[in-house]
């Protein structure tokens, strides 16, 4: 599973000016009034209380929907890929082949490492976070004890509702979220379903048509769907709320709501954070991600077995580059950057014209752009130390080095990832039973190797220890040959010896984690004390000032929560041309040529004269979405599920940092082509009926 890129903290400068159908709305924030008026849709408290309870969050980073009472979840076939691939093997390829539980020997297989959330409460912290701050404080000490309190806010959270939780057969998961860079901070309450088997995927080829050279474009043709089902005590899951299967689909010009988990947005950033971005944090991830992804091409060229090994790491990392691409071409337009910068200095000169406001805010813009200036000498050591590659071994090998000593600790003094709210998502990780592949192993390790063995040359101590004296392909290899982490048995031994055993081991990959252990720390700690922590006051600073000047009507930034867009089923025109708002079955087999990746699968040709060519595929709405909103629901006014995102056009990508609904457009699969697949190409009308019941 890639790992996802790390985070700059964000900062708040809310626009002057939103387009009619920008938001993404928490639930407890949707401008209910507005909606009503620019739609004609009077969204109610019970409405919006169904969709959030049949909305959950996926830990692959995606989102899902329940869509039956006996918990059904609906995503991507991308946010499913990880299961797919973990369950298949050298004689069942079902990313080749499509998975149907019904079909493929009746059981539904239970997906290692994944689970599904389910926002059932929200609480504004905020004077809690902000009290453990105490007077006199350095910005350091502050974000250590606010971070502290955060913690102990989810530990009290946790335990108020785990005996209840488990005794349903599930777990109950609480955490404190930062919203306006700290202008605001809430404690979110989730319902956790950590037993998700699947039930159906159609093959790779069908759910990705087009490939790369087709992804974030449009017209598309791409069935992008898998289906889970939630399983509690060993049965399937009786959700409290799920969404009803609207067997039609939208029609051009109908509102569309999506609720969904997006990622993270850079829309109320300073101009110093996007340059900091766009010199910077974006370069070095491209710089990483394209050596990775050239040594993964090599290797899947050697032979088919490796392809199929490679497949999803490839995905990952191809999505991540085009999408990087993309971000760093908007920050690269200077249209977008006139419009960020304009907005900074209409916020100045506001603040520069109220003289209490100057003496409380007038330089704390300036005061960002100091702490942004840090970046280029931090980040690069923070990135190569904590953010070990997409390797497997080396991230099971630093969760049984750092566990080892975190857990001696209280938890609201570990590492955040490591506090007792985190735990039981640690712990599915490091004794997953997933495949871990070795040639795929010796490219990230190697990939990862080069990339610090370059960024920390000035420490060549640490060099030493990153390699060994040995090239980064043959240390490598040398870590990859020697470690017994492949074993989940050999996991669970360390980790149940705890520091003793970590410590006195020789495994290579548990060696290197602990050689680099202490640097690695420090790195993360200049950082946090570097950026983090003066960032963390300077954010509800100007989030105050903000919001004196504009309200506090403003939607926060996306942080991988559950947020609400709302926006109109249509087309576009673009280069003189226009573009309908949906494609069909004939259109995607008029797009398929015989070659890769324009084949179709054998399946869906033997089955063509079956299927109604007319029927809808996919379609483009103005819905506000960014990465983390895959495998969300699109419901109509009534609350039907019409759609499933799957996708945003490449003119979309800027809108990480200011939303446009010109030619952006956010891609859907149909709910009518959905169930038309399900009954006449994979004989699934079990499942169908399922869904429609």
């Not at 009503?36 to 919006?48: E, G, I, M, P």
């Not at 209840?164 to 404190?176: L, N």
């Not at 041309?577 to 040529?593: R, S």
Request: hydrophobic share 40%.
């Amino acid at each position: 599973m890639r790992r996802p890129l790390l985070a700059l903290p964000a900062l708040v400068l809310l626009a002057a000016t939103a387009h009619a159908d920008e938001g993404l709305w928490p639930f407890d924030m949707v401008p209910k009034a507005a909606i009503a008026k620019a739609h004609n849709v009077n969204l109610t408290d019970a409405w919006l209380d169904h969709l959030r309870l049949s909305t959950v969050r996926i830990s692959a980073g995606g989102t899902g929907s329940f869509v039956s009472k006996n918990g059904l979840i609906l995503t991507n076939h991308h946010v499913a890929s990880d299961c797919i691939a973990n369950i298949a093997s050298s004689s069942h390829n079902y990313m080749a082949d499509g998975f149907y539980a019904a079909r493929d020997g009746g059981a539904e297989p239970k997906c290692p490492n994944l689970s599904a959330d389910v926002l059932v409460a929200t609480q504004d912290v905020t004077d809690q976070v902000r009290a453990a701050r105490q007077p006199g404080m350095s910005d350091a000490d502050a974000n250590t004890a606010m971070k502290a309190k955060m913690g102990e806010l989810e530990k009290a959270c946790s335990d108020k509702n785990a005996t209840a939780s488990r005794d349903a057969g599930i777990s109950a998961r609480c955490e404190v979220v930062t919203l306006y860079a700290g202008g605001k901070y809430a404690l979110y309450t989730y319902r956790r379903y950590t037993d998700l088997r699947l039930v159906f995927a159609p093959e790779a080829a069908i759910a990705f048509f087009g490939g790369d050279p087709d992804n974030f474009t449009y017209p598309r043709f791409d069935l992008d769907m898998a289906i889970f089902r939630a399983y509690a005590n060993d049965k399937p899951a009786t959700p409290e709320q799920y969404l009803t299967w609207n067997a039609s689909g939208p029609a051009d010009g109908e509102v569309a709501f999506v609720s969904g988990n997006p990622g993270t947005t850079r829309r109320l950033a300073t101009m110093a954070q996007l340059q900091a971005l766009r010199d910077t944090v974006y370069p070095r991830y491209l710089d990483s991600l394209g050596r990775e992804r050239d040594l993964l091409k090599a290797l899947e060229a050697q032979g088919p077995e490796y392809g199929r090994e490679t497949r999803e790491d490839l995905f990952g990392i191809e999505n991540s580059l085009k999408a990087l691409k993309g971000y760093l071409g908007g920050l690269r337009d200077p249209a977008l950057m006139k419009i960020k910068k304009d907005d900074e200095a209409a916020l100045q000169k506001a603040i520069d014209a109220d003289p209490k406001l100057k003496a409380q805010y007038g330089t704390t813009i300036a005061d960002v752009a100091k702490v942004e200036a840090e970046i280029p000498k931090l980040f690069p050591s923070y990135m190569s130390l904590e953010r070990v590659s997409g390797s497997s071994l080396l991230d099971i090998a630093r969760n049984l080095v750092r566990m080892s000593a975190e857990l001696s600790l209280p938890s609201s003094k570990r590492l955040r990832e490591y506090r007792d709210a985190n735990l039981d998502a640690v712990k599915q990780a490091l004794f997953s039973p997933a495949p871990v592949y070795g040639a795929v192993e010796v490219v990230a390790i190697r990939a990862w190797l080069e990339g610090a063995a370059r960024d920390l040359r000035a420490d060549p101590d640490l060099v030493k220890k990153l390699l060994d004296g040995k090239s980064p392909e043959r240390r490598a290899r040398e870590i990859v040959t020697g470690s017994r982490l492949f074993d989940v048995y050999a996991r669970k031994a360390l980790f149940s010896g705890g520091k003793s055993a970590v410590d006195a081991s020789d495994d290579p990959a548990v060696a290197l984690m602990r050689a680099i252990d202490d640097a690695s720390r420090a790195a993360r700690k200049k950082y946090e004390d570097g950026v983090e922590a003066p960032m963390r006051q300077l954010g509800e600073k100007v989030a105050q000032a903000t919001f004196a000047v504009r309200g506090t009507s403003t939607y926060p930034d996306a942080t991988f929560t559950l947020r609400l867009s709302v926006g109109v089923v249509k087309g576009y025109a673009e280069h003189g041309k226009n573009v309908p708002y949906a494609t069909d079955f004939a259109g995607m087999y008029a797009h398929a040529t015989g070659h890769e990746p324009f084949k179709l699968p054998q399946r869906w040709l033997d089955k063509k004269t079956a299927l109604n060519p007319a029927t809808k595929l996919n379609f483009v709405s103005t819905d506000d979405i960014i990465g983390g909103n895959s495998g969300s629901p699109v419901v109509n006014a009534k609350g039907e599920l019409v759609g499933l995102i799957f996708d945003g056009n490449i003119s979309s990508l800027p809108n990480n940092f200011v939303y446009r609904e010109v030619t952006e457009r956010a891609v859907s699969v149909d709910s009518a082509a959905m169930l038309e697949a399900l009954r006449k190409v994979f004989d699934a009308g079990a499942l169908a009926d399922e869904l429609t019941r």
